[in-house]
Every structure is written in C-alpha cells, then in structure tokens.
C-alpha cells in the first residue's frame, strides 16, 4: 500500500498548450504524455475548447470542482458532466471539445493505452464504514470532498486529492467517513 499526498503531485501544462495538469500517477514510472501505459491526473479548465488529442489511449472524465462542463465528443451531442454525474469514459484519440457550464472546473482523468491496460472508475460516496471488495488489479482511491480514514489503529486520513495506491490481490483497509466524503475508486488491468 502506497500513500500518495496532494501536494507532492507533479503540475506540468496540457499536452496543447491550453490549461495546467496536475498529475497523481504515471506507469511507468517517469514515462511521457507521449509513451505512458496509464496516467492518472487532475486538470483545470479555465476556458471553452478542445481537448489534447491521445493516440491510442481510452479516458474516463469525472468533474471534481466547478459547475461542470458540457463535453462534446467526436461530433456527437454534448454529454454534460458535473460533480454528481457518474465518470464518463471516451476515446482519446477522437475530437473532443467542452464548453464551461459556469466559471472554471477541474477534473479527474484516468487513461490508458488501448492493447496494454484497460481501466474502471466509480464515483463512491463514503459515510460511516465502506468496506472495498478486493481486487487482482491495481487499485488507486482518490479523495475528492471531505476526510476518508483507512484502517483502524494507527489510521491514515486521506485529505482532499491524497490517494492510496493498491497492488493487485491487496486488501484495502475499512474505510470510513465521519462526514459524508467522496472518492474515486480507480482499478487498472494490464491485458
């Protein structure tokens, strides 16, 4: 089990050029926007527009902060994506474009490269004891609102945006909320 804090998160610009990334995590470890086999990373979107192009390479969107955002992919209906829509998956490599439903968002994006890993995210809404299923795969839990407590004595409290990182067949600790939190439960599966 890995710890994984907010504030030691690598902040680099958008692959076009229009916003900031903040990334969580990347395999391999020190790999590209160009060569990664997954990447997971937060970005903000301050303005209308496209989204950087990924060849080869499936995302899933969730929106973290903001009033949400109305996404267009690959020419067809806008899809809108707020903080209480489930995460939505698209292909990278297609044109995408958003347009602000309010002032700027940042949100969560999870990618992997088609052929090498396939991805889920859920949306799980945390108050009192959560116990997470296991899983063989990698596993990644993202805080996004409140305080989420792993484990029972000498507990981590996971802040806003920490994450704990799984290995495939480890078990994750209880976890629990005294306040109502919210996180993202990410499983990568190599293929």
């Not at 926007?33 to 390479?57: E, K, Y």
């Not at 992997?112 to 004891?129: A, I, K, M, P």
């Amino acid at each position: 089990m890995q710890i994984l804090r907010h504030a030691e998160y690598r902040r680099m610009p958008w692959k076009n050029g229009g916003g900031e990334t903040t990334e969580i995590a990347i395999f391999p470890q020190g790999a590209s926007v160009d060569s990664f086999d997954w990447r997971i990373s937060m970005a903000t979107v301050a303005s209308d527009g496209p989204f950087s192009l990924f060849v080869g390479i499936d995302r899933t969107l969730s929106i973290l902060e903001g009033d949400g955002i109305a996404l267009a992919v690959d020419g067809e209906a806008p899809v809108e994506l707020t903080r209480k829509t489930p995460p939505f998956a698209f292909a990278a490599d297609v044109p995408a474009a958003s347009r602000l439903l309010g002032g700027k968002v940042l949100d969560l994006n999870v990618m992997t490269r088609r052929g090498r890993f396939v991805h889920q995210v859920q949306r799980l809404v945390l108050s009192g004891e959560t116990v997470v299923a296991p899983s063989p795969a990698l596993q990644l839990l993202i805080c996004a609102e409140g305080e989420i407590t792993v484990g029972d004595i000498g507990a981590t409290v996971l802040s806003r945006y920490d994450a704990i990182v799984l290995d495939g067949g480890e078990t994750l600790p209880p976890l629990s909320a005294t306040r109502p939190a919210l996180a993202y439960l990410i499983t990568l599966q190599a293929v």
